[in-house]
């Protein structure tokens, strides 16, 4: 069965700092990763999708990276802003179960101004 | 994501009532899914839909029911057999081939009165 871990829990940094949020899965057989980002009451807003076949996906400021045989992605932020402050959840979709997809339990990022 | 739309944002049900929950998506996708999300746990899967009048049970289906009508819909009933309801409801979509990730809506919050 599929586990997905991210790490850290919470974290807080000053703006303007680059960060690097971790997710880790037990599974490598997986078809993609989906990184999220969730704002408090909101629903899920899908930031970067990464198939098994690619290393890295970029979007502005964000970039994720993913190495199937260690079972780890990173989402990378360059220059935070205060706006960036979320929870930020990954999701590997490895077919197994209903929907085919795990998420991890999110990174709760706070942007000091 | 613009082409969900979940309704009501906010909900309140009385014990011993159903309350039913709207999803309505335009983004012409073949698969819809209910999940629900308490603090610290993630989201589980509460039903999906692979088609029009199929569904299937996902996770913790107990206590809930679904129907699939009509493509662009997809609503869920909280019974009164859902003993614990207070949650935040996520639909989402999937296009065919499940390869370009998933389109979430903006939830709605359930609680009891």
């Known amino acids: 069965k599929q586990e997905v871990t991210q790490i850290p829990a919470a974290l807080s940094v000053p703006e303007g700092e680059n960060l690097v949020l971790n997710c880790s899965f037990t599974?490598?057989?997986?078809?993609?990763l989906q990184w999220f980002r969730q704002d408090p009451g909101k629903g899920l807003t899908s930031l970067l999708l990464?198939?098994?076949?690619?290393r890295e996906q970029t979007s502005g400021r964000l970039n994720a990276s993913l190495d199937k045989s260690s079972g780890r992605s990173t989402l990378y932020i360059a220059a935070s802003q205060p706006g960036d402050s979320a929870t930020y959840l990954c999701?590997?979709?490895?077919?197994?179960?209903?929907?085919?997809?795990?998420f991890g339990k999110g990174t709760h990022l706070i942007i000091q101004p | 994501d613009g082409g969900i739309t979940q309704s009501p944002k906010y909900l309140f049900r009385k014990e011993g009532q159903n309350v039913t929950l709207s999803c309505e998506q335009n983004l012409n996708h073949d698969a819809m899914y209910w999940y629900r999300q308490d603090p610290g746990q993630g989201l589980r899967l509460i039903y999906y839909s692979q088609i029009v009048n199929d569904f299937q049970k996902g996770d913790i289906a107990e206590g809930y029911s679904v129907s699939r009508e009509k493509k662009e819909s997809f609503p869920l009933t909280v019974t009164s057999a859902q003993k614990n309801p207070t949650a935040f409801y996520l639909c989402?979509?999937?296009?065919?081939?499940?390869?370009?990730?998933?389109?979430f809506g903006d939830g709605t919050r359930l609680s009891i009165l």
């Open positions: 990464i198939q098994s076949s690619q």
């Open positions: 599974d490598s057989a997986i078809y993609n």
């Open positions: 989402a979509t999937e296009s065919k081939g499940r390869n370009l990730g998933k389109h």
């Open positions: 999701a590997v979709h490895s077919g197994g179960g209903a929907d085919g997809l795990t």
